[in-house]
Each structure stands twice: as structure tokens, then as C-alpha cells.
């Protein structure tokens, strides 16, 4: 059999796959790199710029971010905005708005006057913002009618910068990664499309054999697996991973029907909530008109909008009593119950934009029913992670690194903010492993701080 070989093939064309492409090839002396990508193009799930809030987590607005973890972020969001400057893409895929976290309500402007005053020797540039400073910056906040004459009743405050990249069209940044990878070496640096992964193979000389659906066969030293919740799935059929299962989440959105907001508007999260509040933003590919979302429905597929994948759910759930156990501790909580139905509600034609306003008049009170639409086409899957063992919901993201040369990654939400970051933990573990030299220096230099 005719077999293709290279140093490392990676498995998903999507922003995380492309990010380690671009680290190997331009700051390794890798041999040899491939992406196989299920589809047509790169970046035509989660990454695409429809299928998120492209947004840059940062931490500084991230309630639900502690400030170990901000620290972690912060590193991981400059190295996306770095390397758009270093390629002049400012304003073209990644572009400036002012963004804030919102308190409403005594408890939650306390939580957020004292989180200000945790995070601002991290993040100097942050501000806090009274209602009369809101009034000029985000007036809809202020405002309980559309003749802005009513002031809401709630006493309001945020903290937030005005002067920061905040919004990247992930999409477009992953095709950006894929030709400046292309570009940063003479080596063969293959993208391979219509390459759906159906087995990998461990041979005796420790290569991995890599056979598609269409009957293509690859071989590698080094296999990554960026493939979102399939990542799980190809884990599981080598043996791999088996005390993790996948809870496919679709969040949706809502669009305005013209711009209601001038920049991003993060609410509190609510500690008891593993999925992200509600917020609003510009959305950089509907001329500027304002986006609300998510929403958060457990779907049994791996894929939105895409036919099949319900097999591979089942299979990816990994279904047992540690996953009964997992979800009924979480559908006990009365809360997490009642966010489980509304969000159902949600999806629901004929009472899902009424319910949702109700929830989105938390930021905007004038907001109406008139003013937005369900956001058809818009939106994506993450994939959260269930530990087995520990019997709990895993947040952030999941990693299966048997350490014989094979990566399989699970990265929802901040997965597109930390895709150089996480990229650059798997390049050493590449490095390592096949005895590579690694140009770390230059990649500091021009990634981070």
C-alpha cells in the first residue's frame, strides 16, 4: 500500500489544528507536517466565524475566571493578538471594540467593584463605571425605555477597557495560520480536505498509521488530534481516554435587528452554571449589529448544522453510571433544572424570542421582542468533558497524552483564545518526543509579551 509519511499529522483543519501547524513549521525543524480536515475548507465548524462569539478571552471580563486563571489567559489572548499584528491584520480579522463585565442589582455591583479592584494590577487598563459613565458609553444599559426619559431601577456598575483588541474572526485567522505555516518553510506542509479520520494504527515501529473514510492511508511519527468532540471518539477507538465521556453543548444566538450596543457586554456568571451567561457583542460579520447568546442545549450529535453524528454521540458519551451519576448531581440543583428548560424553551418557535427577551432585558431593559430575530445558521457545538472518575463535569479543557507520540485534544470555550498557547504545550511535547530542535526564543519574541 502506498502510504504518504510525514514527521506529524494533524487531525482537524480547525484553529487549534492550524495554530500547531504554524508552530511547527515556522519555529521547529519538523521534516515533515500534514492537517487532514474532515471537509471542503478550514474552519468550517467551531471555528468559523458564525459558530462563536469571536471574541478574545482575555480574563479581565470573565467573571467566572479566577485570577490563576486569567494570568493563563492573558498569556494565551496576546499571543492571538501578536501574531495578527506581526501579520498586519489588524482591522482586517481582528478588530478593537470597549467591552465590560456588567453588575446588576447591590450583589452583583459589590462582586464587581471588588473584582476591579483584584484584577487591575493585572489588567491596568481597566476601569469601573458608574451609571452615569454608562450612560455615555453603553446608554441602552442605562435606559428602561426606548425615549431613553427612564432610568432602570437596579443601581448598575462595570468594569471594563475601552482601548483593547477585543474580536477576531477566528475563521479567517485560521486560514491566515495555515498559509504563513505554508510560507515559513521549504518542507512538505500538506492540507489535505474531504480527509475524514476513521482509524489510527499504532504499528510495531511505532509509527501511526492514519486511514480515512475515502480509503487514503497516511503514516506519522507524531499524531495530534484537534478534532473538537471527535478528538474523543478516535481516543476512545484506540483504547484511550475511557474515563472521560462528551456532552455535545449548542449554544445559539439572537441578532438585533441594527447595532444596540457600542461594544462587548459580559454579564455575572452564576457560580452554580458551568456554561457561559449571557452576553451581547458586535458581530464582525453582520455589519455591526448586536449579538446575544448563548444559549446552552445539550444536542446528541458531535456536529451543528451538519447531518449524522449521533452514533458517534452515543459512542462519545462513553455512557455508564458514572455519567447518570454526574447528571443527576447536576440536575438536582433546582437552578441548573430551570436553566436546563429555559434553554430548551429557547430553541422553541413562538415563545423562544419572548422568554430570551426576558433574560437579555437584563442588559438591555428596552429591549423588546421587535428588536431581535433567532439567529438561523449561527452558532456551534462544544464539546465538555465528564470525568469518570471524579464523577464531575470538567471545565476548560480535556487532553489524552498516552505519551507514545499520540495527542488527542477536547478544547471548548476558550479553545479559539488559547489555540497558540495550547499549540505551543504540544510542540514541546513534539519536540521531545522526536528529537526536534525548537527555535523557543524566536517564538517568545514574537508571541508573547
Known sequence: ????????????????GAALFYELAKYTDVKSIAILEKYEALATLNTKGTSNSQTIHVGDIETNYTLEKAVITKRSAKMVEKFCLQYKLEDKLMFSHQKMALGVGEEEVEFITNRYNEFKELFPYLELWDKEDLKVLEPKLVWADKEQTIERPEKIVAMGAKDQYTTVDFGKMTEELV?????????????????????????????FDIITENGEVYSA????????????????????????????????????SGKFLNGKVYMVQNDK??????????????????RFGPTALMLPKLERFKPGTYMDFWKTLNFDGNIVKIFWDLLKDSDIRKYVFKNFLFEVPGINK?????DAKKIVPSLTTDDIEYAKGFGGIRPQVLDKDKQKLMLGEASVNPGNGLIFNMTPSPGATSCLGNAERDLKVVVDFLGL???????????TE
Open 1 to 16: 500500500m502506498n502510504k504518504k509519511h510525514y514527521d506529524v499529522v494533524i487531525v482537524g483543519g480547525g484553529i487549534s
Open 179 to 207: 498559509k504563513e505555516g505554508v510560507k515559513a518553510s521549504d518542507i512538505p506542509s500538506d492540507v489535505y480536505f474531504n480527509s475524514q479520520v476513521k482509524d489510527i494504527i499504532e504499528n510495531e515501529d511505532k509509527t
Open 221 to 256: 511519527n507524531f499524531v495530534v488530534v484537534n478534532a473538537g468532540a471527535h478528538s474523543l471518539f478516535l481516543a476512545h477507538r484506540m483504547g484511550y481516554g475511557k474515563h472521560m465521556g462528551c456532552l455535545p453543548m449548542a449554544g445559539s444566538f439572537y441578532m438585533t
Open 273 to 290: 452554571l458551568p456554561f457561559a451567561a449571557l452576553h451581547g457583542d458586535p458581530d464582525i460579520l453582520a455589519d455591526g449589529k448586536t
Open 354 to 358: 419572548t422568554l430570551f427577551v426576558q
Open 437 to 447: 530542535n525548537y527555535k523557543e526564543e524566536e517564538l517568545l519574541n514574537d508571541l
